[in-house]
């Protein structure tokens, strides 16, 4: 089983200040995806890439892809108490097997 | 469209006995998981399955069994519960195998004692 690591582990901001967490491996994958968990609920999915150095945006997200397909960044721009949650990165294997999650970072954004 | 429901939301259990957790979903996808949630591992796979009648093992699949009958069903079984297996548990389905899984349900608390 790939280890995706997340960094930070918990992180608190105040509204406005930018962030950004990181998911990194030693291995390889094919897709990495991004998703955002609220307390009491299932995973959302945010993004998926697939191209090593591959840029999404969505909205103030800013979803990177390392050029070798080992890590990933997601940046958050002017952050709003809205995107308070655990952020969770997940990564494909090539041989297509089920995701495998990191541990995920914690958001807190308060007023 | 429901989207990925999952039943039940609470449940409470001694030691030993046996549960089943539904999950069902309405937007006839293929691949159908399950998988576990607790503080400080992440979410690990327990068990998936590629399609109606299959099943495959995960990362964390002792003293589980699962079932797929029904494309839109899948279940997941403790025959006989351990302090261990207090956890969530999540399902999830997508088009594609490992891919995006765009669909989780909104889990289920299980509490052994």
């Known amino acids: 089983t790939q280890l995706l690591e997340q960094s930070p582990q918990f992180l608190s901001i105040q509204e406005g200040e930018n962030l950004t967490v990181y998911c990194n491996s030693s291995s390889v994958f094919s897709s990495l995806q991004w998703y955002r968990q609220e307390p009491g609920e299932g995973p959302v999915l945010l993004v998926t890439?697939?191209?090593?150095?591959e840029v999404k945006k969505l909205k103030r997200l800013t979803f990177q892809f390392g050029d070798a397909r080992k890590d990933s960044s997601l940046h958050i721009t002017a952050a709003q108490p809205g995107d308070t949650g655990l952020y969770l990165c997940a990564g494909e294997e090539n041989s297509g097997y089920a995701l495998n999650f990191g541990k995920g970072t914690s958001l807190l954004v308060t007023p | 469209n429901a989207g990925v429901t999952q039943t039940p939301k609470f449940r409470v259990l001694k030691t030993g006995q046996s549960m089943t957790l539904l999950c069902a979903q309405d937007m006839n996808h293929e691949y159908m998981y399950w998988y576990r949630q607790d503080p400080g591992m992440g979410l690990r796979l327990i068990h998936y399955?590629?399609?109606?009648?299959?099943?495959a093992k995960g990362e964390v699949p002792d003293g589980y069994n699962v079932s797929r009958l029904k494309k839109q069903n899948f279940l997941l079984g403790l025959e006989s519960a351990a302090p261990s297996q207090t956890s969530v548990y999540f399902c999830?389905?997508?088009?594609?195998?490992?891919?995006?899984?765009?669909?989780f349900g909104p889990g289920t608390r299980l509490t052994v004692t």
């Open positions: 999830a389905s997508s088009l594609g195998l490992a891919g995006a899984i765009g669909y």
């Open positions: 399955s590629v399609g109606e009648g299959t099943t």
């Open positions: 890439v697939v191209t090593g150095g």
